[in-house]
């Protein structure tokens, strides 16, 4: 039987998308999952692995199947990425201990300072280990019945294969026990925090394929015995491949949940067989937490869904660039980027009662704009092409908001997303394509170009500065509120 496909599976924050496209880049399906984020406390973000990432899989897989009426043989190699790093801890028998800790979470502020005041390792909130200590300090009894950490595309990749993996791109941001030198864990760094080493997975690297389909799995998705499944990697690689960002001196703004930044100083092709943010081929030049986020939570939150997207952005656009005088900072989960803080909170500044959710909608689609800037002038990466992407880059205004505070034309491509990199990914690895310039050339075919208003872009200069003050007034008044919690919490 002859195989002309690849399958997808991209883990975000919010939701699964599974595609299943043929060698050319055409879909033949695709199916989205969407589930729900636990936050049962401020700063904690959490979610059900199994309800969500492998019910999201396979009913997406299933839905591919029946969709395309693709014989599941037809399907030469299945890859998954997604959102990291997490915390997804496993028992003996492969069930999760509790519900991950994500990415976002924030919960393990005080174990990340007390390791950088041990060992002077620079960990941030993001990373596993400080999270894995707070979970041995807070949940003594599930911490002891942890046989295995995972993250969400390699929890996928076990529930397909009965496999365990990590991909070396996020041992290296698993919170300072891997050696991105040798490739290598480093077993006595989680001796030395008080942790277990054994809990740490087998290492691949992303286009190695780390087992098969088994009959499990072939049972409960509809898929064909021994299909091969690559090892995956988290969204940052994937999105560059799915947008066509692949060639050196180009760069993406991804508006998915999080806002994300990513810049490349040397293509994809001269960096396989590697993890091109290991190398430094791949930098992160910004993060946003809640980037394309802010705008669900304005209408989900506060609007409660009174106004629908197209009529907040029209709302937004009949406002001057810079909202009359509204500032809003966009850090409603903390601040990842320039300067590292999880203790900022949003801000909206400037506030009037003649400021209308039109104003305030303007505000936050600029807050996040001048985030990203923020960010990259810290980066000093130029870049030749820059690429927009992901469910925030819909909104047309925003793109324009974005090419207008960053002076930069955008490349804007609709059908780029994770789940179609991550296919591609797949049939690098399976060596179905000999260059990741393939999926730029052949498998993107639509594209829009936005070019910066002179007239805004020279208000947003003036505005910028603002922006850029007021988040460093605020920064201290963040640590004063977050004292005064723990106060409270105290009592």
Known sequence: ???????????????????????????????????????????????????????GAREGIRACLTQSGVPAGEIAGICASGMVPNLCPLDREGRPVRNAILYRDNRAVAQARRLKERFGWP?????????????????????????????????VAYRLTGAYSADHDIAAIFGEVYDDQNHVWLPERMEAIGLAPKVLPPLFWPMDVVGTVTAQAAAETGLALGTPVVAGTGDSYTILVGTGTVSAGEGLIY?????????????????????????????????????????????????????????LEEAAAGVAPGAEGLFALPHLLGQRTPTP?????GVLFGLTNAHTAGHIYRALLEGVAYALRDSYEH??????????????????????????????????????????????LAGMALK????????????????????????????????????????????????ELAGLDREEMAQ
């Open 432 to 479: 179905l394509f000999d260059s990741f310039d393939t999926v730029r050339d052949r498998w993107l075919r639509e594209t829009s170009v936005i070019r910066p208003d002179a007239a805004n872009a020279e208000r947003y200069d003036r505005l910028f500065p603002f922006y850029q003050h007021l988040n460093t007034l605020s920064r201290p008044v963040f640590a």
């Open 255 to 311: 508006l998915g949940t999080a806002g994300t930044f990513l810049g490349l100083e040397r293509s994809l092709d001269d960096q396989r067989g590697t993890c091109p943010f290991i190398t430094g081929g791949a930098r992160f030049l910004g993060n946003v937490l809640t980037g394309g986020e802010i705008t669900r939570w304005f209408r989900e939150s506060i609007l409660t869904r009174s106004m629908d997207y197209q009529a």
């Open 341 to 345: 803080d999880p203790l900022a909170r």
């Open 123 to 155: 960990f941030s909130l993001q990373d596993v280990t400080p999270k894995l200590l707070w979970l041995k300090e807070n949940e003594p009894e599930n911490y002891g019945r942890i046989e295995m950490v995972l993250n969400a595309h390699s929890y």
């Open 1 to 55: 039987m002859t195989q002309n496909y690849l399958l997808g599976i991209d883990i975000g924050t919010s939701s699964i998308k599974t595609v299943l496209l043929d060698r050319e880049g055409r879909r033949a399906a695709q199916h989205t999952y969407a589930y729900q984020i636990i936050q049962s406390k401020p700063g904690y973000v959490e979610q059900d692995p199994e309800g969500c990432w492998w019910l």
């Open 379 to 424: 980066s000093a990466l130029p870049l030749k092409r820059l690429v927009i992407g992901g469910g925030g880059s819909n909104c047309l205004l925003w793109r324009q908001i974005i090419a207008d505070v960053l002076h930069q034309e955008l490349t804007y491509i609709p059908q780029g997303d994770n789940a179609l990199g991550t296919a591609y």
